[in-house]
């Protein structure tokens, strides 16, 4: 019996161990963009060749434009822009919203998020998995901090008059965005428009509306 319960917390702990981004087993592992290997993250560069700029991000206090459809624009600091992100399992990025803007329902596949407001007034929400698909919302002021868990639909929306500016750290060098309209009405190629009407409740006639959209 012992030995059996032995065995389950090692199992328990290595599938706590593998739960997210692979921990570092060096000082850095600095991403190498050029290197044609494929492995699960990215390859290392020659600790050699490292310098201080692959740590290096600039910029991020500068509002970004935000005339587009949905009034935001996400800048985002992974390891595809800080190659010394690389088996960190740490990001983050910048979201500026118009007034009224929003970051519409999205998911971020591999990470929890961590959002804090810098300037405005934002309506932020997430909704839990099936089947009680409850939202859980909240009006966030500057300075107030609000969290997504991992892998669940969110989203946020500028209330305020003015411009509106958040800050969010997710646990992943690559945490990945899957917009949920983008994905489903947008997909390459289409997903049948009559499998979509009916996941939807609509007529053909309106999916083809809004598949034109994207």
Not at 14 to 23: H, V
Not at 39 to 50: A, F, I
Not at 71 to 89: D, R, Y
């Amino acid at each position: 019996m012992s030995s059996f319960l032995i065995f389950g917390l090692l199992l328990t702990t290595c599938s706590i161990a593998f739960a997210s981004d692979p921990s570092p087993l060096q000082d850095f592992c600095v991403a190498d963009p050029k290197s044609q290997v494929l492995v699960n993250g990215l390859v290392c560069k020659d600790p050699k060749l490292v310098q201080a700029d692959d740590f290096l991000f600039r910029g991020l206090n500068s509002m970004r434009n935000t005339s587009n459809n949905v009034g935001s624009n996400v800048t985002q600091v992974t390891v595809a822009q800080v190659p010394g992100l690389n088996t960190l399992g740490i990001s983050m990025a910048r979201i500026d919203f118009a007034p009224m803007g929003i970051n519409p329902p999205h998911t971020h596949p591999r990470a929890t998020e961590i959002l804090t407001v810098i300037e405005g007034r934002i309506l932020v929400g997430f909704v839990t998995s099936n089947p009680e698909n409850r939202l859980i919302t909240k009006v966030l002021q500057k300075g107030d901090v609000f969290v997504f868990p991992e892998g669940l639909i969110h989203f946020q929306k500028n209330i305020g008059h003015g411009y509106a500016v958040a800050i969010a750290g997710l646990s992943s060098q690559n945490p990945g965005v899957i917009t949920i309209a983008n994905a489903v009405f947008g997909s390459n190629p289409d997903i049948a428009r009559d499998i979509l009407a009916k996941a939807f409740q609509v007529d053909v006639k309106v999916v083809d509306k809004i598949q034109s959209k994207f």
